[in-house]
């Protein structure tokens, strides 16, 4: 059982930084991938950012690569996802997942276990 809570999101204007945290409860957190995932208004969950249990391995959508970086502490059951240059197309609320095993790279939703309540990240123009 892996329960995972998000923090760090708000309003930011175009071309700021944002850094969001989810935090793991749960004995199992080493032994999963985590990834982030968004959803924008009206539209469907998408994937976003994904890193392996020790975040050896990491992949990113196209539209967030090179902008946005996930990592993750295990000692202190946290993954985090920093964001740059942020455009208002980024305006979503945040999700973490959890995957088992933690030596894939999973990028649909369906794969993915455990999920936060999300966070709300809003950029403006």
């Known amino acids: 059982q892996v329960r995972l809570v998000e923090s760090g999101g708000r309003l930011v204007q175009a071309g700021g930084s944002l850094r969001l945290s989810c935090a793991a409860s749960?004995?199992?957190?080493?032994?999963?991938?985590m990834a982030w995932f968004r959803q924008a208004p009206g539209k469907e969950r998408e994937f976003v950012a994904v890193t392996t249990w020790n975040g050896g391995k990491t992949y990113y959508a196209d539209s967030v690569n090179s902008r946005f970086t996930i990592s993750r502490d295990n000692a202190k059951n946290t993954v985090y996802l920093q964001m740059n240059s942020l455009a208002p197309e980024d305006t979503a609320i945040y999700y973490c997942?959890?995957?088992?095993?933690?030596?894939?790279?999973?990028?649909?939703?369906?794969?993915?276990?455990?999920w936060g309540q999300g966070t709300q990240v809003t950029v403006s123009s």
């Open positions: 997942a959890a995957h088992f095993p933690g030596n894939e790279l999973a990028t649909l939703s369906d794969e993915f276990t455990y």
């Open positions: 749960g004995r199992t957190f080493n032994d999963h991938s």
